[in-house]
């Protein structure tokens, strides 16, 4: 793009949302960068109309736009090869609703995942969303790439407490999904469309939510195992007993304690935790709590961070033993080191590889999907 022709777009993009809220790439390129893609104009509107009159500009000109957060999961699909306007979402931090007796919130899609559940805490509940840079990680941009951390085993991922959802689509179109209740079933379940769409079906800009209340109190169990196949009959003997805890998160050696390992976490009153101890028996290795608990989940977060290659995999529960096997032996057939943890009774893992050549890397990946 040409000096001119960027100057003159800023000039009106600016009429829209205002000048101090358009900036062009070359006073902030550190911040304007998408998966190594440089985008021409950043753009930071501060409500759905003000999204609605930029895409209706981008649209009309054949513009390329691509939508952000935090800019935590830009290297999650396929980055263009050209982005005219960064349209970032961090301005929409509006409260639109928030009743704590029913037990929902609506809120703008640039609120953090980190405010929205300090805003909850006071009033003991919870947003059962657990990421790593929770502070930078906003609310539109979870839904945009289906996030989800350790919690997902007893509460669902975000299209099963999502209630409504509001968006602009790529002409300037408003549209809506669901609503403010719980018990509200009229017309396509569009919420569960737009949840893991990145960005391609239109820009998120508000959703409402069911929330949960926080427990009481919370102790990690964690199970510590020679081989995978050990580690999955643990998680087996958890899925079938009457327990029900928050998280059964899977653990390879690369990381974890360096053995097989299944942490269960559980919420509740004494009397429930002691029963839990009760249940999972001489299995157990470490039971955490306080401080420490919240550094064992933390490092769970921050796993795969440095990684060169860091794979989802999803699958059939009861394929999750398999899937480990074949990694162990690809990985180990390709000279790579490898750490794999996630979800064990959901069948949402994470996979990194390392120490080796991207001939390697796609080579395990590839065959991963066959």
Known sequence: M???????????????????????????????????????ISVSPGNADEIAAVLRYAYERDLVVVPTGGMVHQEIGYAPSQVDILLRTERLVEIEHYDPGDLTIGVGAGFTI??????????????????????????????????????????????????????????????????????????FDLMKLMIGSYGTLGVITSASFKLFPMPRQTRT????????????????????????????????PGAGSGSWSIAVRAGGSDRVLARYASELGSAVT????????????????????????????????????????SVDRLARENGLSYSVWGRAATGSLFLALENGMAEAYVGVVKKLRE
């Not at 990421?131 to 906003?138: E, F, M, P, Q």
């Not at 609310?139 to 999502?162: D, I, W, Y």
């Not at 009959?233 to 390879?252: G, H, Q």
Request: charged letters at 20%.
């Open 2 to 40: 040409s000096t001119i022709a960027a100057s003159a777009r800023m000039t009106e993009l600016a009429a829209i949302i205002g000048e101090q809220h358009v900036v062009e790439s070359r006073s902030a390129l550190g911040a304007l960068a998408v998966d190594g893609v440089v985008a021409a």
């Open 221 to 252: 169990f964690v199970g510590e195992f020679a081989t995978s196949a050990e580690a999955i009959r643990f998680r087996d003997a958890v899925v079938n007993s009457p327990l029900a805890p928050l998280c059964v998160e899977l653990l390879s």
């Open 286 to 325: 470490r039971a955490l709590d306080g401080a420490e608990e919240q550094k064992f989940w933390s490092d769970v977060d921050m796993l795969g961070e440095n990684s060169p290659v860091k794979v989802k995999l999803s699958m059939p529960a009861e394929s999750v033993g398999a899937a480990l096997e």
């Open 114 to 187: 980190h405010d929205l559940q300090a805003l909850l805490r006071d009033q003991g509940q919870m947003f059962p969303v657990d990421l790593a840079h929770s502070d930078r990680v906003t609310v539109g941009g979870a839904m945009a790439v289906a996030a989800h951390g350790p919690m997902k085993h007893f509460f669902g991922g975000l299209r099963e407490f999502c209630i409504g959802v509001r968006f602009v689509t790529a002409d300037g179109v408003r549209g809506k999904g669901g609503g403010r209740v719980v018990k509200n079933v009229a017309g």
